[in-house]
C-alpha cells in the first residue's frame, strides 16, 4: 500500500440514510433523498451530506463532486417543521449554518445538478456549489419571506453577487420562483438541458473538470472564491502567489513538458 492511499479516510458510502453517494470516474456524486419532502434539508440531512463531502474532499479517488436531487425536486428548502417551533435561543445555540460554512470549504470544485424545486436553503446550497447545471424544469427561488424570515444560509450575499442588486430585491422580496431560462439569463446558472439529459450534463462537465491537473484546479476555485472578499489588489496578490505555488508541482512539469512533446499530460494530483 502507498503512503498516501493508507491516508485515505474510510468511508461505508451505503450507511447514509438521507444521501445516497457514489464515485465513478472520479466523480463524486451525491443526491439528496428525502424524495416525500422534496428533500427539505433537515439537520440528519445535512450532516450526512457534510460528513460526505468531506470524504471526498480527501478521497484521491474523487476530483470533482456532484450535487444533485431527483426529477422533482433539488431541494425545497430548509425543513421548515423542524424551524416551525424554533426559539431564538435555540437557533443560536443549535448554530445549525455552521455546517454549511463547511462546504464553502471544500477545495475540490462542487457541480449542483438541479431539476424541479430549489427554493430557500435548496436555492443557497445551489449557489453554496462552483457551478450550476440545471434542468429545464428547474424553479430556483427564496421564499423565505412568505413564512416570515428572511434566507439564512448566505442567500441575500450569493444571490446579489450572482446576478446584481436589482434582481436580488425583486426574487427576494417577491419571494417569487425563476425558470430555468431565467436563472441562465440573469447568470445565476451555466446551463439548461432537458430533464433526461441534465444530470449526464452535469456529469459529462464534472469529467472533464475531472481530467485538469486537480493542484490547479483547487488554486483556481480558490483564487475564484477570493475576488468574492478582497480588493482587487488583495486578489491579484493571491492569484499571483497561487500561480508561484504551482511551480512546486509536478504536474505543471507533466503539463509543460507534455506539450512541448506534442504529447497528452497524465496528471497526478501531485
Ligand atoms: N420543509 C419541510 N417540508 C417540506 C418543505 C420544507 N421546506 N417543502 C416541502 N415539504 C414537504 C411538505 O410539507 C409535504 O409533506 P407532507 O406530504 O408530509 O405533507 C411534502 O414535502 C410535499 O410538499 P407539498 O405537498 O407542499 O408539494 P407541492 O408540490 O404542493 O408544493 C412547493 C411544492 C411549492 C415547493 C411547496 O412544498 C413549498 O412551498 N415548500 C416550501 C418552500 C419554502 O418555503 N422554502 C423555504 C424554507 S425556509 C429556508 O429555507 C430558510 C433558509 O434560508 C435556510
Redesign the pocket.
Known sequence: MSSSAAMQPQMDLSAFQFIIATVDEQVGVIQLNRP???N??SIPLMIELVDCLDWMDKSDDVRCIIITGNEK?FA??????Q?AKATTMEMLLLDQ?ARWDRIRKIHKPIIAAVSG?A????C?LAMTCDMIVASETAKFG???V??G?????G?TQRLTRAVGKAKAMEIILTGRMVTAEEALQCGLINKVAPVELYLEEAKALAKEIAAKPPIAIRLAKESILKSFDTTIEGGLDFERKAFYLLFASEDKQEGMNAFLEKRKPQFQGR
Open positions: 416525500d419532502k422534496l427539505a434539508i425536486a425545497a428548502g430548509a425543513d421548515i417543521e424551524m449554518f424545486y427554493l430557500g436553503g435548496g443557497e427564496q421564499p423565505e412568505n413564512i424570515v428572511i434566507p439564512g444560509a442567500g
